[in-house]
């Protein structure tokens, strides 16, 4: 088994902590190399004292001039080039190749705890499945590893050894008079027609559980194929043939540039002393055999080696450690109490001996966690400073029930929102600006009757249809601002104020509903001038006035709900209604309304008027005073197809018509 060492050296800051270890000969270089040291040592020394002894001086001074160029030109072999790169690749063939030995802990605690029961039958499925995954292993192992071989070398001996039954002996005997190959994978099939089986009968209750046992005995099999794999296919030969030439050329020149002889009479180069052992000859010589001999050494990590895996002792662990696991300690823990820190929740800190004192420590610091961020460096480097407006008095909800809370909108969601970040529309919305969002997909804002479904969302605009949409928007509502509202198809069309509803905070509430009592006052003294410029109509009826359900986009009014009474439902009234010359009446008579929000409006049914000169003439020569007209705001229901009828009828733009399953309110004069 693999030479185990670690525990020796527990503290690599002692002095010549390794020390202890060199003297170990299992396992060690010494062990590897002294056969071909003391062969080296050998030839070296026969060619020493043939040199010495029993040549002339002549063929002495031949001998040195060879010495000088076998020295010379044994450098240039690139040894720790040749070798650093063959050994390590070996090396990680060697640690690959033992990480894929399975271990059926894994496998055995799935089966546990998916085959429950203390029966019979479940028994029998839970070992007899373990059992099969140690027999797939050994059969691959005993193609790979001597000294498996040496343990199991026939069928028989498996049968003897409890692995393998006699049935399933011949079944593997027939098998093998059919094809030759490793069937290494036949206890796995085995092990998962009994877990088809369990799941047929019961025994397994969720396809989950039959999903991770398969998944564990894929990896089983995986793993050992891999391993016959790892041992089919080796390092090229031709690699370990130039590593090995390599070594031994290098050395033989080594035999000869490395003799030590005595100077020649006469010889004017720098005196050597006459050195009879060749010390760093040797030296370099078990540094590079050695290192050679790793390689071989683990080139096979199944083999006799004294650093080769012990397999036999994994085999006697992985079958008992299987048994105790399904059968043994099945279904059974210790009985269930209460712990030391039950009541503590939480221990504040386990005890430590008097020789472990030295070792308490605390949580490790970061490398950041000590690092100070300037207040200069902390500011935004690509957002503005937050602009204080009145707009930031408002609180940005995410719906019309919820109840005022006072807030400030989050300045850097804005920021972010102009500079192009996409937000989804049904949960954030911008404040107007470049990326206008609505919420027409969006259940919440989708209308403020309960129950209504949301409209289908409007076209997707691109950035140039929004930027310029933006500018001609600001145009737009300076010229609203200027003539008071805008003509379309002969219908007066509503000041847009806003791009969305707004929700005051408490502490702006008088503030707003000041300023729309204002902007009430001047669309009413709005209609009674065009009232006396003569848009008058006597006719009884003129048509209805369809109140179609509140959008939010296109109503920028903290009250958009229409109250029966107040001063800007008459002014809306009369804003819509003066081109036809029904103000005069909206505003003398009294106005029925219930409560509903309006944010489009149409005249469906309408009969144009003119103003007739002669009949106000008339009148005001006669000194005689018409009589206050009335008109009565009502909410119909409508359907659908009234709606299509009366847009049609009417002309009335698509963007004006009722949406589907809504209300609708019909002004009659």
């Known amino acids: 088994m693999t030479v185990s060492y670690a525990g020796e050296v527990p503290n690599g800051s002692s002095f010549g902590c390794f020390w202890r270890i060199l003297c170990k000969w299992r396992g060690s270089v010494y062990k590897l190399v002294w056969r071909e040291l003391l062969a080296y040592l050998t030839l070296y020394y026969t060619i020493n004292l043939l040199y010495r002894f029993a040549l002339t001086e002549p063929q002495q001074r031949i001998f040195e001039k060879v010495r000088q160029y076998f020295g010379a030109q ?40 998916g085959i429950p029961g203390a029966d019979e039958t479940g028994r029998l499925m839970r070992r007899n499945i373990v059992r099969y995954a140690i027999l797939a292993y050994v059969i691959t192992l005993q193609r790979v590893s001597l000294r498996v071989k040496r343990r199991f070398p026939t069928w028989q001996h498996v049968v003897d050894s409890g692995l393998m039954l006699e049935s399933e002996r011949k079944v593997f005997e027939k098998m093998d008079g059919k094809s030759p190959m490793s069937k290494y994978w036949m206890p796995l099939v085995w092990a998962t027609n009994i877990i088809n089986r369990a799941r047929k009968e019961g025994l397994i209750t969720s396809d989950h559980i039959v999903q991770t046992l398969l998944v564990e005995l894929s990896d089983i099999r995986r793993r050992l194929g891999a391993l016959i794999g790892y041992d089919t296919v080796c390092v090229p030969l031709v690699y370990t043939q130039v590593v090995t030439l390599a070594l031994y050329t290098y050395f033989v020149a080594a035999l000869m540039g490395r003799q030590l ?3 020649a009479p006469g010889s004017t180069s720098q005196y050597h002393p006459d050195v009879y052992f060749p010390l760093f000859t040797a030296l370099q010589f078990c540094f590079y055999v050695g290192w050679l001999k790793v390689a071989e050494v683990l080139i096979n990590p199944f083999g006799e080696d004294d650093d080769d895996i012990e397999l ?3 085999i006697d662990r992985h079958i008992k450690a299987a048994y105790m696991i ?15 820190y039950w009541e503590e929740v939480v221990p504040k800190d386990l005890p430590y001996t008097v020789a472990s004192e030295h070792y308490r420590r605390h949580e490790p610091p970061c490398s950041a966690d000590h690092y100070k961020v300037k207040a200069e460096d902390a500011v935004y480097a690509n957002v503005q400073a937050p602009r204080k407006s009145h707009d930031e ?8 029930d919820t109840p005022l809370v006072e807030r400030r909108k989050n300045w850097f969601q804005r920021q972010i929102s102009r500079m192009g970040s996409v937000r989804s529309a049904s949960t954030a919305y911008s404040s107007g600006g470049l990326f206008g969002r609505n919420r027409h997909n969006s259940v919440v804002y989708s209308s403020p009757e309960a129950g209504q479904p949301a409209p289908a969302p409007p076209h997707k605009m691109s950035l140039y249809e929004r930027l310029v949409g933006r500018k001609s928007g600001r145009g737009q509502h300076r010229q609203n601002s200027r003539h008071g509202g805008q003509k379309s198809n002969g219908t007066a069309v509503p000041i847009t104020l806003r791009n969305r509803p707004r929700i005051p905070t408490p502490d702006v509430t008088k503030e707003i509903i000041d300023r729309e009592n204002r902007l009430a006052m001047g669309m009413q003294n ?20 369809v109140l179609s359900p509140i959008q939010e986009l296109d109503s920028g009014s903290v009250n958009n709900t229409l109250h029966a009474g107040q001063p800007g439902t008459t002014a809306l009234a009369q804003a819509v209604l003066s081109p036809s010359g029904l103000a005069p009446m909206l505003t003398a008579g009294p106005v029925a309304l219930s409560p509903m929000g309006v944010t489009q409006l149409s005249l469906v049914g309408s009969t144009p008027s003119t103003p007739r000169t002669e009949r106000i003439t008339g009148s005001a020569g006669s000194g005689a005073t018409p009589p206050p007209p009335r008109a009565t705001v009502t909410e119909l229901p409508g359907s659908d197809r009234d709606s299509e009828h009366s847009a049609a009828s009417t002309g009335t733009p698509p963007e004006f018509t009722r949406k589907s399953n809504s209300k609708r309110g019909e002004v009659y004069v």
Request: negative net charge; hydrophobic residues 45%; charged residues 20%.
């Open 526 to 545: 709005m209609g009674v001038i065009m009232a006396h410029q003569g848009y008058q109509n006597e006719v009884p009826v003129l048509g209805a006035l």
């Open 74 to 113: 044994s450098e240039s072999i690139p040894m720790s080039f040749v070798l650093g790169f063959y050994v390590s690749l070996i090396v990680k063939r060697w640690w690959e190749q033992y990480k894929l030995l399975p271990w059926p802990d894994t496998l055995a605690l799935f089966i546990s705890a």
């Open 326 to 340: 399904v059968d043994e300690m099945h279904e059974e823990h210790p009985e269930l109490l209460k712990d030391q």
């Open 312 to 314: 036999n002792w994994l």
């Open 261 to 263: 002889v005595p100077p």
């Open 393 to 400: 008095t408002y609180a940005d909800y995410e719906s019309v």
